[in-house]
């Protein structure tokens, strides 16, 4: 089955705090990992990431895969309120736009 | 320069009814695919056009169709509606070559009562 799992489904954070994000997948046919975020109603792009397992970078996100446990993970340090939002990861295969999301993690950021 | 617009951004029908939903993507991109959100399912793979073709499809009935037309606008239909089709439908385009790289509209929130 062509599965995307992600953990947590949901947590709850203080401004200022460090989050882990995970998204596990499936290794057939794999060609990309992509992050997104979701804060109402449309996914924003965040980062796309390879088997070459070099780490992305933004601002205070970041995101590497790890092609032998065949997982990724999305750090956010010093959160802040803005960053509250459905984080998606999704699986590319190399077929057209067809990206196979997980159900996200939703994260909240408390003051 | 414009991102992804889709319309109606709300609707509702009743069961047995059809939907038509319309998307327009971000200038130069030319392939548009579809997405349907729903909280148990969350994002699943509609299908996608390129050049006025489908390219792929995801595992969805029949009654799930679209098009594209000759300025990379496309739209979506959804005959004999069934209150699962309640979701949010997102549409996405891409520039070609730029694999898995989506850029999303902010949907059309169907609710089929």
Known sequence: ?111 | KAGVTQTPRYLIKTRGQQVTLSCSPISGHRSVSWYQQTPGQGLQFLFEYFSETQRNKGNFPGRFSGRQFSNSRSEMNVSTLELGDSALYLCASRVVGMAGELFFGEGSRLTVL
């Open chain 1, 1 to 111: 089955e062509d599965k995307v799992v992600q953990s947590p489904l949901s947590l709850v954070v203080h401004e200022g705090d460090t989050v882990t994000l995970n998204c596990s997948y499936e290794v057939t046919n794999f060609r990309s990992l992509l992050w997104y975020k979701q804060e109402k109603k449309a996914p924003t792009f965040l980062f796309m990431l390879t088997s070459s397992g070099i780490e992305k970078k933004s601002g205070r996100l970041s995101s590497i895969l790890d092609k032998k446990e065949l997982s990724s993970i999305l750090n956010i340090t010093a959160t802040q309120t803005g960053d509250s939002a459905i984080y998606l990861c999704a699986r590319y295969t190399g077929t057209a736009s067809k990206l196979t999301f997980g159900t996200g993690t939703r994260l909240q950021v408390t003051l």
